[in-house]
């Protein structure tokens, strides 16, 4: 089988923008999108806010430096500079590139694209389409892959990416609707499979295949993965499902009240209060919450989002999404009362370790999107970046994978690695495996948000690896009871398990390793931000035993020195 | 109990039948109805895309004579219903489309307000009447009937403009006439679907299909007639069955009856006089 | 702790690896009220059969792959909520649980979607640009507030196809356009950047497409982003009517209704089908003029013209 040029892992933002990319740079390219779901399903479409870039629309003042500097810091210094001065300075011709494609972007008065402040930004600098920005933009990715005739494999399962320590070969899927396993042979593979955010489970608002496939098999194929102890806990979670309310609903005006009555944020963030960057808000809460100021319910504790001061018209006009989404899931119309919110886990800073034109340490292999880490956001990504993360750097992978591909000659895939995983496949249907994959995915969720989560400590910590060093020794017994070869989601779900409980091993012992406070990763044995041993990014392998192994490495810095981080 | 009746195409040509059948009871019930003579066709579900200002003026216009005698309208075709109720939807809801028809309606010494309702001849008299009133008067109680209800789209689709009278998935109203009249209803799959009466002339195929399916439904359901209170899906369904039934290869006969008949028949009528024989299938 | 009660789940079972055919499984678990339908059927897939087979993804309404029938409507598992959907069950407390229609069957409620993927393609359900490849990027577009109101509720839709399932034309034949297809044409329709609307509306023209949906207003009714799809499948063919594309049977159907109104104030039922398909095309209605003529009820070819429609002229003067 002759090789494609590209084979693109996973079909959300990142995905999407790169194979349009690759075919704008070559069109005579044979390119491949490979996705475990349709491509309009993919979790691009869940991110509600905005897309930032410095277009000066609103604030005629904005400029690529200001927000190159809110990055760095919302980042806790922490970002590689190089890559967010590209971040940001794409920016501009990233959103703009898709108003002309049709993104239909919300609009100013004078009829340019509408501007609204955000978390962490100086300046009204995050653009919107109503609170559906990522569907929107997703869609029109779609629209866009169609008219170039993009050829997608939807609903093929990612097995494993394939390489021979030289180059890239390839990845294995399997086929979801016939359960064929395949090799795809490539010269290139851009992973853009998205975050690992739901191994937290039931405390995140992430889709139910956000569980770090591709970042969890680039891990098992000897990449190096980055800050993986990184992950984002967004302030504003429903109670029940944790299902987000964007923070556009802040950037309207919404307050976070306790129960005293009490803008609490004054505590914490006096001058930006609720628009404080996502890591300060949702520590804010929880301590609320520890000091006894959050609501009681049978889901947990909470505090309050209150929308009604703003009026009826304007919910309904630039929150639609998020109004029904309180009254489908909590049953409360913000129009009336106030949302119940908690912080859940939302965004996973960490992923496969890439340079700014996405390249891994394979030639051949790329990564971009929220399952790479470039590093834009470092210890915490401010709101409106992540979609922006996706147009630049899907664009970025796609030119240089395009570029790249015709100068590589890949060996083929070998039968010993798809034997391999036939192997262990069927395992899992063996009779004497007892081990019920809901009840390992939640115990891994509980520890991971009682040890891994907002606080941590070091007990906690290795309390945290210790349940999922046994988590991992129980899914060895794990079952596949549907025996079925026609589109097993029982089998997908235990894949998803497997990778998940990988990645929470990377989790658990990079915030055991980084004794310090930076970002989202806060210590309470350590609570303050450590330059001098911590200034560092941290890196993990997977050695031959099947252990996490971690290292670090510096951070690239620029004009930026680094400076306390307040707001 | 006095209404503007509104006149539908359908019933005073094709299917003179459900107007007469109407009009021969509704003095027994004391309803008078007065017929807006210079009222013009809805549209029929049509006009609001040729040309949606013409739409708006012509159909707040025919509200604007039932509004000049102060009485609520009625009309017993589902279409013109959705057409009236949709103009006068747009018409409250956006003042400047009101003003825009009230400025040529002017010329005519009409003026459309609002006030006036459309209504459903089904939901005058279930809610109106009242079906307690309405058993009362029953003389034929149809207990010996088995009765399979077509609603129609347009009496409950789209809901927003249907007045809360039916959820479209779980109707109700019609049957809970049907019981009052004495009848039976039997349980089908196809109460609240389609009949393709509006593809019956550019894709008559898939229309046909369409109401083969409710055809072989109430068939099948052993129902004894299929009631509608549209006569458009009357057409559909009578005077296509046999189309209909070809397409899924079935043979039989089901009688399609209009919601004036079925009325009239529990109010001692026979079907002669309610032209039930004038129908294609009976 | 929250109320809970005993709820029975119907479900639709079909793998075609082992089925002969389809059939439905009962299951009995305890639900407390605010979980959804997609909670309930998790639970009962973690706990009770993992073969159950269904898609499911964002959990939060804005993917669209839960999409399935739920008491013989099609909606999305995930924004359902269980104790809501008692009062739709035809048995007390059984909640049945379904395939959407008018695809075919992969495995339970899991369907056949591409061909929801082929007529978006059909249909050319993208923007071309005027801006040229090489100067993308370099400025915004100027579009009005007003411009951006008429698509943007067509941008809301998620490709759920619940619309699609609902549609009655889809039942009668696949090949039909299909509601969310008709509903992104017109978004493209609208769209001011867009560079290939002559060709869409070319492709919407032909047979199985825009003049074929049948007004009944399920696609509507189904909308789990409550987009009024009608005002679409209206908007694309008012699009043909301002572009005076007059060759289509759908088109000239119409378009009688309009004149009659200003000629008499009714319809002229007499004659519609020749004035839609032409003296040959309308043969095929033969059969249905013999029928009505039997029993006395062929319409007459005089319609009464409306006591004053000097006004009724007026209006179609005065307002275009």
């Known amino acids: 089988m002759k090789p494609y040029d590209i084979i693109i892992v996973g079909a959300g933002g990142a995905g999407m923008y790169a194979a349009m990319e690759a075919l704008q740079t070559n069109p005579g390219l044979n390119i491949a999108v490979v996705s475990k779901v349709y491509p309009t399903r993919s979790h691009t479409s869940a991110a509600q806010g905005g897309v930032n870039a410095a277009l000066a629309n609103r604030h005629k003042d904005d400029t690529v430096e200001l927000h190159i500097f809110d990055t760095i810091k919302g980042s806790d210094y922490l970002a590689d500079q190089d890559a967010a001065t590209l971040l940001c300075e794409m920016a501009p011709y990233v959103v703009r590139e898709m108003e002309n494609l049709g993104a239909p972007f919300s609009r100013l008065e004078d009829g340019t694209i509408a501007q609204r402040p955000f978390g962490g930004a100086q300046k009204y600098r995050c653009c919107y389409c109503a609170d559906r920005t990522g569907h929107t933009l997703l869609q029109t990715l779609f629209e866009q892959c169609m008219r170039k005739g993009v050829k997608f494999f939807s609903e093929y399962y990612l097995l494993s990416i394939e390489h021979d320590g030289k180059t890239a070969q390839g990845i294995v899927v399997m086929n979801m609707q016939t359960g064929k396993i395949e090799a795809m042979p490539a010269k290139t593979v851009i992973i853009a499979t998205g975050g690992y955010a739901k191994m937290y489970w039931q405390k995140s608002s992430n889709a139910a295949g956000s569980t770090g496939d591709g970042i969890a098999a680039a891990l098992r194929a000897g990449l190096a993965l980055e800050d993986m102890e990184f992950v984002q806990f967004h302030p504003t979670g429903l109670r029940k499902s944790g299902l987000l309310i964007s923070e556009g609903a802040r950037g309207e005006g919404g307050y976070l009240v306790n129960n005293k009555g009490e803008r609490f944020m004054s505590r914490y963030a006096p001058e930006k209060m609720e628009l404080g960057p996502r890591d300060l808000v949702s520590r804010s809460i929880e301590i609320e919450i520890n000091e006894g100021r959050g609501f009681d319910s049978d889901a947990g504790q909470y505090m309050h989002l209150d929308l009604r001061h703003l009026g009826g018209a304007l919910i309904k006009e630039r929150l639609p999404q998020i109004r029904q989404l309180a009254i489908d899931f909590e049953g409360v119309d913000p129009i009336d009362e106030p949302i119940p919110i908690r912080p859940t886990a939302h965004y996973s800073m960490g992923g496969i370790d890439a340079d700014i034109n996405g390249a891994t340490a394979i030639p051949g292999i790329y990564a971009a999107g929220e399952c790479s880490c470039i590093s834009v956001h470092g210890a915490n990504r401010l709101g409106g970046n992540s979609l922006l993360e996706v147009l630049v750097f899907g664009k970025q992978a796609g030119h240089h994978a395009a570029v790249t591909a015709s100068s590589l000659n890949p060996g083929a895939i070998s039968t010993a690695s798809v034997e391999k995983i036939q192997k262990e496949i069927e395992g899992y249907s063996h009779h004497d495996r007892t081990e019920r994959y809901s009840d390992l995915r939640e115990d891994l969720g509980k520890t991971l948000g009682a040890n891994a989560g907002i606080y941590r400590t070091r007990k906690k910590l290795e309390k945290g690896v210790a349940d999922i060093m046994e988590i991992k020794e129980r899914f060895k017994k794990v079952h596949v009871k549907d025996a079925s070869a026609v589109f097993n989601t029982n089998l997908f779900q235990v894949f998803e398990l497997k990778n998940m409980i990988h990645l929470a091993e990377t989790v658990a012992r990079g915030a055991l390793a980084r004794e310090e406070s930076r970002g989202s990763h806060s210590r309470e044995d350590f609570p303050t931000r450590d330059d001098k041993k911590w200034h560092k990014h941290s890196i993990f392998h997977m050695n031959e035993a099947g252990e996490v192994i971690v290292s670090d490495k510096p951070v690239t810095m620029g004009k930026h020195e680094l400076q306390e981080r307040t707001y | 109990m006095k209404y503007a009746y509104y006149l539908s195409c359908i019933n005073e040509s094709l299917s003179k039948e459900a107007e007469y059948s109407l009009n021969i009871w509704t003095k027994d019930l004391g309803i008078e109805l007065v017929p807006l003579e210079e009222g013009t066709c809805c549209g029929g579900s049509n006009l609001d895309f040729v040309n949606p200002d013409q739409f708006l003026a012509i159909n707040g216009r025919n509200i604007a004579l039932a509004e000049k005698l102060g009485l609520d309208m009625i009309t017993s075709c589902n279409t013109c219903l959705l057409g009236l109720r949709h103009a006068k939807h747009i018409l409250d809801t956006q003042p400047e489309k009101k003003e825009m028809i009230n400025a040529v309606l002017k010329e005519e010494g009409l003026e459309y307000t609002g006030k006036s309702e459309v209504k459903h001849l089904l939901w005058v008299l279930v809610d109106d009447y009242g079906l307690d009133k309405l058993a009362a008067k029953v003389t034929n109680p149809l207990t010996d009937l088995k009765f399979a209800p077509f609603y129609g789209c347009h009496i409950l689709r789209p809901s927003p403009l249907m007045g809360g009278y039916d959820n479209p998935n779980n109707p109700h109203t019609l049957e809970d006439l049907i019981r009052a009249l004495g009848g039976n209803v039997v349980e089908y799959n196809s109460k609240n679907k389609c009949c393709g009466f509006h593809t019956l002339i550019v894709a008559e195929q898939e229309s046909v299909k369409l109401s083969g399916d409710a055809v072989v439904d109430a068939i099948d359901a052993k129902a004894d007639y299929i009631v509608t209170p549209c006569p458009l899906c009357h057409m559909s369904l009578d005077a296509y069955q046999k189309d209909g039934l070809s397409t899924k290869n079935r043979q039989g006969k089901m009688p399609i009856i209009h919601l004036p008949q079925i009325v009239g028949m529990a109010l001692g009528y026979t079907e002669k006089q309610l032209g039930i024989d004038k129908h294609v299938v009976v | ?320």
Not at chain 3, 220 to 246: L, S, T, Y
């Open chain 3, 1 to 320: 702790m929250d109320e809970k009660k005993d709820i029975y789940f119907k479900i639709y079972r079909y793998n075609p690896e082992v089925d002969q055919k389809p059939f439905y499984d009962d299951f009995k678990i305890s639900v407390e009220r605010g979980v959804t339908i997609l909670r309930a059927i998790n639970y009962i897939k973690d706990h009770v059969d993992s073969s159950l087979s269904y898609r499911f993804y964002c959990q939060a309404g804005i993917c669209g792959s839960c999409a399935m029938r739920v008491n013989g409507v099609s909606k999305l598992a995930c924004t359902t909520q269980v104790w809501d959907e008692l009062e739709n069950c035809k048995e007390k407390d059984m909640i049945t649980i379904e395939p959407l229609n008018n695809f075919e069957i992969i495995r339970d409620m899991i369907v056949d979607y591409k061909p929801v993927i082929n007529k978006l393609e059909k249909y050319i359900s993208w923007v071309t640009p005027k801006i040229k490849q090489a100067d993308l990027g370099k400025k915004e577009n100027i579009i009005s507030e007003a411009e951006f109101k008429v698509i943007d509720a067509a941008t809301d839709c998620i490709l759920c196809a619940a619309c699609f399932s609902e549609c009655s034309m889809m039942s009668a034949n696949k090949e039909y356009i299909s509601p969310l297809a008709l509903l992104k044409a017109f978004r493209m329709v609208k769209d001011s950047r867009d560079t290939r609307s002559d060709e869409r509306m070319a492709v919407l023209n032909q047979d199985h497409g825009m003049w074929d949906c049948t007004h009944c207003y399920r696609c509507v009714e189904a909308c789990v982003k409550n987009i009024p799809i009608m005002d679409a499948i209206q908007g694309v063919r008012n699009e043909a009517f301002i572009r005076k594309q007059n060759g289509t049977e759908g088109y000239k159907h119409a378009n009688a209704f309009a004149q009659d109104i200003r000629k008499t104030g009714r319809l002229k039922e007499a004659t519609i089908a020749i004035r839609t398909k032409g003296i040959f095309g309308a043969a095929g209605m033969l059969p249905f003029a013999i029928r009505m003529t039997l029993r006395g009820r062929m319409p007459s070819m005089f319609v009464k013209t409306i006591p004053g429609i000097k006004h009724v002229r007026n209006i179609f003067r005065k307002i275009k």
